[in-house]
């Protein structure tokens, strides 16, 4: 006769569940650089520092070197979970991508209504990943600069106003010149170095850099990828 009646018992499933954290690099650093390289193109032909001869240089520069860049650095954000580089580098990343198509398959310095529309959408769908950017202030203004230039870009294509051309491409600048700041400034943070740039972390962006593990993974059983369903 069985003396143990705790051996008939199932197993607690909870007692045998592991989560495994797999370390990863911060993949901003990345995505901001390739974003910088693909608004600077298209900038200097929107403010006619080149000419419209080299749009397909431009689009075609964009397709093979910012989206993969870009893309890369958001599946590794969403193995982070982190809605920055997550969500906001896979919207931006498509968005480039259907920049640099249209453009190589249209001619020479003109605009499409239909691609000014898709901007538009695409300027209103930046605001989901920078409203969740969990204190990374910095991170959460570039993705709004970067829906700023979606949207006035859209104008530009929907109006044939050459205004909201100009207006596109130095926001387009001014972007790059903010990405490469942050870009430098989480390389910094992540590599330890004792050169430190304001990223203007606040309240949830600061705990990775001051709470213990502990701390950090506390909830982790209700984040995507853990809990049963998303």
């Known amino acids: 006769m069985d ?5 008939r018992r199932d197993p607690d499933p909870l007692a045998m569940t592991r989560i495994v954290l797999r370390p990863s690099g911060n993949p901003l650093p990345l995505g901001f650089t390739a974003l910088a390289m693909g608004t600077v193109g298209f900038s200097a032909i929107q403010l006619g520092i080149v000419g419209t001869a080299e749009e397909s240089t ?11 860049l870009q893309f890369y650095a958001s599946v590794v954000g969403f193995g982070a979970r982190d809605p920055i580089a997550g969500n906001g580098m896979a919207i931006v990343a498509g968005v480039w991508a259907m920049l640099a198509a249209t453009t190589l398959a249209s001619p020479p310095g003109s605009s499409s209504p239909a691609v000014g529309i898709l901007l538009l959408t695409a300027a209103i769908a930046m605001i989901a990943p920078a ?17 700023l230039r979606f949207a006035t870009t859209g ?7 050459q205004a909201w051309d100009t207006t596109a491409g130095i926001l387009g600048f ?5 990405a490469l700041y942050a870009a ?12 430190k740039l304001p990223l203007l ?14 701390t950090q993974v506390e909830g982790i059983a209700r984040e995507a990828g853990v809990r049963q369903q998303l």
């Open 58 to 68: 431009v689009a075609l520069a964009t397709l093979v070197l910012t989206v993969p």
């Open 201 to 214: 972390r606040r309240g949830e962006g600061r705990k990775p850099l001051q709470n213990d593990i502990a």
């Open 155 to 161: 104008l530009a294509d929907l109006t044939e106003i």
């Open 131 to 147: 409203l969740a950017a969990r204190g990374k202030l910095l991170a959460a203004f570039i993705m709004v600069g970067s829906s």
């Open 174 to 178: 001014a972007l790059a010149v903010l």
């Open 184 to 195: 430098l400034g989480f390389a910094l943070e992540e590599a330890n170095h004792p050169v």
């Open 3 to 7: 003396q143990n009646p705790d051996a």
